[in-house]
């Protein structure tokens, strides 16, 4: 069972980690820093650290209860160059695939090539990382998003899915390079897209 939060912690949450954000931005190297060993700095500050229990537990309580402070996750518009957003949340880094992307994953495209580049450039248009660190994690994101193409069309239900990777996920997947059999194996057992 997921960590009940009620949505006054959620904005909480939202508020800390926008001002950490900003503060981790302004200092060259403190973002990556922050990657690689997230759990100290984030209780440092104050912001709760959840679990995949959280999010993908039978009552995804943390995500329901970003819909309820007003802040859900909301579909993209389908267009050409939008087929892939990232963002950094308090708790996460949250990949979101439209509805055109999760279909042409169904029939078998976009090649890993191009699904890599997209996500290279998704990664590094949020600030996620730098890149060069972008283009060696987006291809190994979008390895990860290719061994999930079963559960993408399952979870997508016309308006896309999103994949949330809690930073205690996130950290060592980044510090192994996501590139070991190991890793990528660990990432496909541990992260799962969800319908929008």
């Known amino acids: 069972m997921g960590k009940v939060m009620d949505p006054a912690e959620i904005k909480l949450n ?30 440092n500050e104050r912001i709760d650290v959840i679990s995949e229990q959280d999010i993908y537990g039978p009552d995804r309580s943390i995500l329901q209860g970003n819909s309820k402070s007003g802040t859900s996750i909301r579909p993209m518009a389908t267009t050409a160059t939008n087929k892939m957003r990232v963002e950094m949340k308090w708790y996460g880094v949250v990949i979101y695939l439209n509805h055109d992307l999760c279909n042409d994953l169904k029939i078998g495209g976009p090649v890993m090539g191009t699904l890599g580049a997209l996500t290279a450039g998704a990664l590094g248009a949020a600030s996620v990382l730098t890149a060069g660190l972008a283009a060696i994690v ?5 390895a990860i ?20 990777i809690t930073w205690a996920q996130w ?14 194996g660990l990432a496909a057992a541990l992260i799962h897209p969800l319908s929008m």
Not at 19 to 30: D, H, M, N, Y
Not at 138 to 142: E, Q, Y
Not at 151 to 164: K, L, M, S
């Open 14 to 43: 939202e508020e800390k980690f926008a001002v950490f954000l900003q503060k981790l931005k302004q200092k060259v190297g403190a973002l990556d820093a922050f990657q690689l060993n997230p759990v100290p700095m984030l209780n």
């Open 138 to 142: 987006g291809t190994a994101v979008a």
């Open 145 to 164: 998003i290719g061994l999930k193409t079963a559960e993408i069309a399952i979870a997508d239900d016309g308006n896309g899915v999103y994949i949330p």
């Open 171 to 184: 950290a060592p997947m980044l510090a192994t390079g996501f590139m070991t059999p190991v890793s990528l």
